[in-house]
């Protein structure tokens, strides 16, 4: 019988990994209980449809997409699994980040080709500096969610107590007035 994988650490498990089948269906050679913990590490949900749905959208940015989806799905859930999301916020901001990132090395290639019009070549170069600021805005605003749920700590190293004074050493919570 087997044990149920529950998460733990980052990186406890690698990504996803899709095949394609002689007819060209993309499936998991990985048992459906390895499959999804891997897909819950890479999209921050234990929700099936909405794993596929995030890393599909994420997906269709890369480059590869139309022509070796294979490959584009590999990568995607590496990326979205390099960031670790915990939750379905987080999943979501994650494939948004990859989408962001995909369109802006793209673009950055395209704009690169010294045989592209100067005119496109700055409308791209706008475009990435647009695309390089908002990848930074999601990165701030993943790290602010991750802050979010934790609590803050003070440590007092020197307390000095004077003589009449008192000092008070362990948690304090407020009372009620009632």
Known sequence: MNKPITKTEPGTTSPPVFKADHNGVLNSPDS??????????TTGSKDRGFQNQILNEAASSNPFFFDNPEKALNRTAAALHGI???DTIEG????????????????????????QPTRAREELTRLVIKLSRTY?????????????GSHQMVTVEHVHVHQGGQAIVGNISPQSKG
């Open 32 to 41: 459906d209980l390895v499959h999804n913990q891997k897909m819950l590490e």
């Open 84 to 86: 670790n999301p915990k």
């Open 92 to 115: 979501m901001l994650a494939s948004q980040m990859v989408a962001i990132h995909n369109l802006t090395m793209r673009f950055t290639t395209i704009a690169s080709d010294s045989e």
């Open 136 to 148: 930074s805005l999601q990165c701030e605003a993943l790290n602010k969610h991750r802050k979010s």
